[in-house]
């Protein structure tokens, strides 16, 4: 079974402060993204990456930033904390066969709240 | 550019009611169909895809046809029970080759006893 982990499942942090979002896939999967969930909004897409060292932006990216140091795993960075990155992040990962087809894999989320 | 607008819900039906959750798309070209569920508490997982005009997709009785006339993808599901409660999000694939999806903003269903 492929298995998408999230290093929290809850997070509470202070406004400005750096925070870590850390997902690690064990699947060899050569894509894997971020998407943050808000009621009414649905997923939006921040970051994407198609290879290790490699991203980019999705729709909203203002405010986070991502690495990919190894395929296996994708961070995602709040530089300075708002309260308005108070949401669900997810991430998901998917094989790269360029058919369109590919199955997204999705972590169980992690809830931060953002004082 | 590419979009999925999926009916708002929330949902309430009755055990073995029938369901239908409407999606409908806006993308260049053909792109690829998902319904994805999300149960309490958990992340995302697949719950059927089709890749081309008049596929449906299939799994644990729930239901998807691929309509390129009416652009249409909508769930059905004959008689739900209690645990389909969850949210379900209409996605299609973007084109372009990079496998990103486009999500609907999703629909809760609540099936009561």
């Known amino acids: 079974d492929v298995k998408v982990t999230q290093s929290s499942r809850y997070l509470v942090k202070r406004t400005g402060e750096k925070v870590f979002l850390e997902c690690v896939q064990d699947?060899?999967?050569?894509?894997m993204f971020w998407y943050r969930q808000d009621p009414g909004l649905g997923l939006r897409l921040i970051y994407f990456?198609?290879?290790?060292?490699?991203?980019e932006k999705g729709d909203i990216p203002e405010g986070y930033s991502v690495s990919r140091e190894k395929k296996e795993r994708f961070s995602l960075i709040l530089e300075s904390a708002s309260t308005n990155q108070t949401s669900m992040y997810l991430c998901?990962?998917?094989?790269?066969?360029?058919?369109?087809?590919?199955?997204?894999?999705f972590g169980p989320g992690t809830r931060l709240l953002v004082l | 550019g590419d979009s999925v607008t999926q009916m708002e819900g929330p949902v309430t039906l009755s055990e073995e009611a029938f369901l239908t959750i409407n999606c409908t798309y806006t993308?260049?070209?053909?792109?690829?169909l998902f319904w994805y569920v999300q149960y309490p508490g958990e992340g995302l997982q697949l719950l059927l895809k089709?890749?081309?005009?008049?596929d449906k997709g299939s799994n644990k009785g729930f239901e998807a046809t691929y309509r390129k006339e009416t652009t249409s993808f909508h769930l059905e599901k004959g008689s739900v029970q209690v645990s389909d409660s969850a949210v379900y999000f209409c996605a299609l694939s973007k084109i372009g080759g990079s496998e990103k999806l486009v999500f609907g903003k999703g629909t809760k269903l609540t099936v009561n006893p």
């Open positions: 990456s198609y290879d290790v060292k490699m991203k």
């Open positions: 998901a990962s998917s094989s790269a066969s360029g058919s369109r087809r590919e199955t997204q894999y």
């Open positions: 089709a890749t081309k005009a008049d």
């Open positions: 993308a260049t070209g053909y792109p690829s």
């Open positions: 699947m060899d999967h050569e894509n």
